[in-house]
T-cell receptor, first 113, second 112 residues
Framework: QKEVEQNSGPLSVPEGAIASLNCTYS??????FFWYRQYSGKSPELIMF????GDKEDGRFTAQLNKASQYVSLLIRDSQPSDSATYLC?????????????FGQGTILTVHP | DGGITQSPKYLFRKEGQNVTLSCEQN?????MYWYRQDPGQGLRLIYY???????QKGDIAEGYSVSREKKESFPLTVTSAQKNPTAFYLC???????????FGPGTRLTVT
């Protein structure tokens, strides 16, 4: 079983719709959770992070964390063609993990006009 | 203008040659990381450093070496012992709290 799993997609949504990206993780001791956006040929850009159970909203983005189910998701409201990218889920283990992040494979999102 | 710089953007080398990738940050971050990204495989940790003059192997350190002589700089050398060096190399640094990592623009290395 992979440590961090994402559906590779591609996920295709129409412009203006809500895009829902999902991520599961295997380490119950994980403490911190991150979403990165990566445009083709570019480096990952941090767009959201969440540490506590529940929802965290930032503009059109909402991160949702459920530690009991070992599940983190990213919702993108009013999706735009410029949101088309690969979204990487990253998880930081607890304890003395030197800040190591474990990344999922990424989900390719396509927003079509 | 704070950030992380990597150079060069593209690098081409012949097999058997060592090559050094540069990573510099002016964010005053203590921790720095090197990752490798291959198509369809996500990011994998090569080396990390939490403070100057100290660094640790990550998950795929074989064939790589690093140094951390200054807080701002964390160069990565890809040696001839690395069997599949062609990849996208990403340097990151981390804030002291929270743990968010920020990436540089990356270096795309092609070895033929």
């Amino acid at each position: 079983q992979k440590e961090v799993e994402q559906n590779s997609g591609p996920l295709s949504v129409p412009e203006g719709a809500i895009a829902s990206l999902n991520c599961t993780y295997s380490d119950r001791g994980s403490q911190s959770f991150f979403w990165y956006r990566q445009y083709s040929g570019k480096s990952p850009e941090l767009i959201m992070f969440i540490y506590s159970n529940g929802d965290k909203e930032d503009g059109r983005f909402t991160a949702q964390l459920n530690k009991a189910s070992q599940y983190v998701s990213l919702l993108i409201r009013d999706s735009q063609p410029s949101d088309s990218a690969t979204y990487l889920c990253a998880v930081k283990a607890g304890g003395t993990s030197y800040g190591k992040l474990t990344f999922g494979q990424g989900t390719i999102l396509t927003v079509h006009p | 203008d704070g950030g992380i710089t990597q150079s060069p953007k593209y690098l081409f080398r012949k097999e058997g040659q060592n090559v050094t990738l540069s990573c510099e940050q002016n964010l005053n971050h203590d921790a720095m990381y090197w990752y490798r990204q291959d198509p369809g495989q996500g990011l994998r940790l090569i080396y990390y450093s939490q403070i100057v003059n100290d660094f640790q192997k990550g998950d795929i350190a074989e064939g790589y070496s690093v140094s951390r002589e200054k807080k701002e700089s964390f160069p990565l050398t890809v040696t001839s012992a690395q069997k599949n060096p062609t990849a996208f190399y990403l340097c990151a640094s981390r804030t002291g709290t929270g743990g968010e990592q920020y990436f540089g623009p990356g270096t795309r290395l092609t070895v033929t």
